[in-house]
């Protein structure tokens, strides 16, 4: 193995990356060092790479970038049981405690402790990374990399839409970047009776069609609360699954949440907003959900599942490919909305 | 209207039906008077028509048999605010009293003064058959006579493949009728990860791999546990959805079962029998439920979203049509195990 | 049985009531007509006292005020089969559809046509009031006129703990008025580990301790972020239940909540206000429930359950007893705060 | 630290046990070393003792016995973070592997490779017991030695009880040996509405009535169907806990069981039995689940709240004492029937 590997990291306190020469990723006794095949970008590496507010209180450059991830197990501390060397794996980007209330009671996604990789310590993007044992998710070895890359992201949308209850139901997506967009992919996985989806970039809201949705809606040019509700029958829907963030979004998707309906919410709103607490939860009996990364490791083997059934087909969410030493073209392109998930290859 | 009509009726204690002339029914004030356009022939009514022992201790002869039932609703009780006059209605089977403990805390499904159309009071075998309004389930108008009169049968499968979690499982259907084939289609619908299913009869495990199941095991010429498991990877099944009644099955299911799964019990066994309590629930962890016909109305409502969403397609379901004049014929066919539904049409 | 009858009524599009003679109420074939044994005060009757924007938007006077309410069945329908005359009865205030989507799901507590007694049609400030049947819950005839009077209120309380997992738990109240304490002796009733209350009246203050609180804090006098932190060892709560509406209460009871806890919301806010959404719910994967009205007739039984265990003594709750005719003095002491539950007897 | 200490061991594959001098234990890097203060007997203890059918199948002889053990940690292996030095602990006595799909899915309690100290490796009657760190549950330093030896075994019981939902609900508890005893004050805790008991033992059922039990019923002198439906107005319970695995028992408890009815299962039969599985299960709509161990560790900190909550109060469930060389007679009176829990001091 090599001294040194190619990196992507946030060099300083600043807008932008930069590609570096690292050491080796160290690997303590019950980690494993994984060789990186592939790794995408997703919307929490643009709020880094641009540097906003959120990125400004979190991260303490330099790290590497970068946590969805995968590829091949090539070295492992003594105490590893599993993953075995040569396993073909995807990663869990959250390092959890193992040891607080919530991972001693089966939810480790809300580990008080937890540390995401390519944010509190050393990402993917870049040759090698070094992640528990019990962070490496193993794959069948004839997945395409193009998929196993995005079960980490594809987790978000599988936990969301499985916080309710969709198979048979009216069902409206907000938001329909890739997250968003896979998320559809779940909910007409599970026999829901239509969804409904909205975005503000028209690429995305193509993407929602071939995804599923039977009504694609931009709020720019259509009245958003009509037009659902004149397609279900002046009812709305019964679950609102929001992936958007945006006020408006969440506006429209309560106002359109019939009564006794549940709301699963993934979307980061930029801050606190003015909100008809009454309207959409009280009087509603909204049941709401707030989303937090994904189940460890029910969403793993709930995903698991649905691609193994052939139920969810998620290359086409893959639209642009990149080396690691294009990140800032890579970049660009994501940040542009016109785009389904783009990967690195190192 | 006329005052007579034909009508299938179980005429004395005794095996047999009989085709007679009975006067048109009387509807009170809270009651629909359908126009039947379809009724389709169930289990049940086999044992009815054999006079088996069930039946025996049931039946209170004369009575019109029948309880599949779909047709027009041509007259109304003055209290009836809804269907209107020429809805195009399926009928719910359990006439319930809507003031006991389970009726009044939305359980009506369990309700303890139950009575069953064709069983309890006078069914559908018939032109036309009276009954409470709240038990006529308005169809769009174009919705294909034969999947309307399947709607109460295929409320089973519904109940049944519901009262578990499916959707990205491995789940096992023992016993492939018609519900039993029905149950495989709502699995597939809701994205399980695989399905397996058993019967003792080649036609109706072709029926099975049909509606989606992968593997569909005849315990006749096949070990069903060794089967199951090695295409499980030596798992066995998440789910196990019971709809036979023969304890044959229901062994082999729990077998299959794996730890912490959930098994619904829809078939009836022929008495009590020797149970691995232990094995198959203690000690495994099992959750178990035992289903009762559908819920009022929540299954209707889940049934209606999945043919709506065209999720489930139940028109292969119906195998032969009968004139009702031709209903010892029909039972026949039925009785063989080489059908599906059959369908008899005034 | 007299032709006219005493009844306090909303006379005008005005602040205030009276006090007047009205024809006895017409009941239905479906209807009971209760003579009125007594009758509290609820904060909706206070809004509609006051003739607040709230009230003005939803009341068509005339009508009779008050909607909870207990008496004696004194006449009946032609079809009804139960109660009986000469029954004890709680009211239940929502008289629901049975023919919506919601009613025919067990979930008449948000029928799409609800009509609430003493708002949308005459209430119970008065001798007798006719209400359909199936509102009439039958109590043992010892129970107690005051905690009879209760029932409907209490619901309330019970509805919105149970929709939450309370026993084992810690768990905070925000809002002490009369559902609020009796929230608090729901929750001590079904075992939690410890409860916490707030309140900005010391009156109801007191009354939460008495009811079980182990701290019961002012916001006024204390930072009740702080006091909840240090007696919960910083951790905050799993479950909070709020009763108050209070936007700033509201955000404390969100802030004390632990992630992944459960938060029942029954209290309504003064309209949209300023909702940290993201701390509150999405980053904390909050599950939210709202809460409206009684499970119908869930609820109902289990308030029996816990009024008949003497596992909730509901009788310290009421603090003031007055004449139907001394209306406008009860009305100064419910407004007042410094009261539990005032009852009128016609 | 000694090098030998005093331990109780199965040495050999015939009835009885054996006062030793041991080995003190070994402990790994993840692991702790418990100096035991005490340990109590459980039932599975005499199975063990008196070499039956199942001991035979699953004991490997020399292993120490007894795994229901709290004491101090007097060392740790180089990795443990917690517990620390000095902790009064209780101990989880199911050791998982912590990579299977239970354990992770938040379901260690049925880990494919659980083995369990006193049972599958060494446990606790003896002055020193070697376990992992995360097998040890730390104490408040002043809980009393009674209460926390029980803490494992007070898991089963709220294990089983808080699998339904008893608040306000009528509970019948099959079987009152310290299991169900404990049972039925965490269901007494939890505010039901009434507690009814079964037991072959006058002692165990005046044990049973001093823990809550409205009713206490012995097979052996009263019908207790006819009793217990008497007792609920003929309805029946809601919930049943069933604690025997007395086949008769069984069958009791599921003919009381409500329509619709919940039963959580935790006493093993003797053997599979013949079950009458319609009526019990199918035609009732039960639900029903298996129980095994304790939730690892959700159950633990539900355990924690009640004892906290001072809800259930477990000091007179302990009945007999004995010096941890007196196990002879220790085991004497627990096989009697007349004791509660006996505890073992080294």
Redesign the interface.
């Known amino acids: 193995m090599p001294e040194m590997m190619k990196a992507v990291i946030k060099p300083e306190r600043a807008p932008g990356l930069r590609l570096t020469s690292a050491p080796l990723p160290q690997y303590g006794?019950t980690d494993v060092l994984v060789k990186v095949r592939a790794a995408s970008i997703c919307g929490t590496d643009l709020h880094i790479y641009h540097w906003d507010k959120w990125a400004q209180g979190r991260i303490q450059p330099p790290v590497i970038v970068g946590h969805e991830v995968c590829g091949d197990v090539v070295a492992r501390g003594e105490?590893v049981?599993?993953p075995n060397l040569g396993d073909f794996v995807s990663l869990e980007s959250h390092v959890i405690c193992?040891?607080c209330?919530?991972c001693?009671?089966?939810?480790g996604?809300?580990c008080?402790r937890t540390r995401l990789i390519g944010v509190d310590r050393d990402g993917g993007f870049a040759e090698y990374i070094a992640i528990p044992a019990?962070n490496a998710w193993v794959n069948p070895p004839d997945l395409p990399v193009e998929i196993a890359v995005l079960q980490e992201n594809f987790g978000n949308a599988v936990h969301t839409a499985?916080a309710t209850d969709v198979?048979?139901?009216?069902v409206l997506v907000t938001g329909c970047g890739p997250v968003g967009v896979m998320c559809i992919a779940v909910v007409k996985?599970?026999?829901?009776?239509?969804i409904y989806a909205t975005d503000v970039s028209e690429y995305r809201l193509r993407m929602a069609r071939e995804a599923g949705a039977a009504l694609a809606v931009n709020p720019k040019t259509q009245d958003v609360v009509e037009t659902v509700r004149a397609a279900t029958d002046g009812e709305g829907v019964d679950v609102l699954l929001e992936m958007s963030g945006a006020p408006s979004a969440?506006e429209q998707g309560f106002t359109l949440l019939k009564?006794?309906g549940e709301a699963a919410?993934?979307?980061?709103?930029p801050?606190?907003?003015?909100?008809?607490?009454?309207l959409d939860?009280?009087?509603?009996?909204?049941?709401?959900?707030?989303?937090?990364g994904r189940?460890?490791?029910?969403t793993w083997?709930?995903?698991?599942?649905?691609v193994?059934?052939r139920?969810v087909d998620l290359s086409p969410l893959v639209t642009h490919r990149f080396k690691l030493e294009e990140y800032d073209e890579a970049f660009e392109v994501m940040a542009s909305g016109e785009s389904g998930k783009v990967v690195l290859f190192p």
Chains 1, 2, 3, 4 share one sequence.
């Open positions: 006794p105490m049981a599993e193992n040891t209330q919530y001693r009671t089966g939810r996604h809300i008080e019990q499985f198979t048979a139901k009216k996985a599970a026999g829901a009776r239509s969440i009564p006794g919410l993934l979307g980061v709103a801050g606190p907003f003015n909100f008809d607490y009454n939860i009280v009087f509603k009996a909204a049941k709401v959900y707030g989303i937090s189940k460890l490791w029910e083997y709930q995903s698991r599942g649905l193994r059934a139920a």
